[in-house]
């Protein structure tokens, strides 16, 4: 591996364990829908080659995600959702065979997707949050907290 394959792994490595899981799977979106407009943009100019690399690219990442469905703990959202990379697969194969020009319409089905995993993994977070929040004290209910500018304690 050359030095600048490393140093592209080692960021890789180090930013899947920085990033939540939603936010990745939402950056991994962002990826394919950047690659199905830059494959408009080589099909409106008659750039074959470049056209089916970047919907290459946009199925690889699909079947990946496709394929770390977690089956065992998630039966059902994991068959809706190997259903839906199943459609989206399919839409894209139309289009490196060159039988549709849906390129808008397929980047606005992946935004929305996107959309329901942001709030997804935002509700995640709220859920997160108030789960570790402390019990409060009966009587006198505060929640004491600690931030860069020292501690404050809100009573209810």
Not at 29 to 55: C, M, P, T, W
Not at 140 to 156: E, H, L, M
């Amino acid at each position: 591996m050359n030095l600048y394959n490393q140093q592209k792994f080692q960021a890789y490595k180090q930013a899947s364990h920085n990033v939540g899981k939603g936010k990745q799977i939402v950056m991994l979106y962002d990826g394919v829908i950047r690659f199905v407009q830059q494959a408009k943009s080589a099909h409106e100019n008659k750039n074959i080659a470049e056209r089916f690399n970047l919907l290459q690219k946009a199925i690889n990442v699909i079947m990946g995600l496709q394929g770390s469905l977690d089956v065992q703990n998630y039966p059902e959202i994991s068959s809706s959702l190997y259903d839906y990379y199943e459609t989206i697969y399919i839409r894209l194969n139309n289009l490196i065979k060159g039988d549709s020009e849906e390129y808008d319409s397929l980047n606005d089905d992946l935004k929305a997707m996107r959309d329901a995993w942001i709030a997804a993994d935002a509700e995640q977070k709220t859920q997160t949050m108030v789960e570790n929040m402390p019990p409060l004290a009966m009587g006198n209910p505060s929640i004491v907290t600690t931030n860069d500018f020292g501690s404050f304690a809100i009573t209810a």
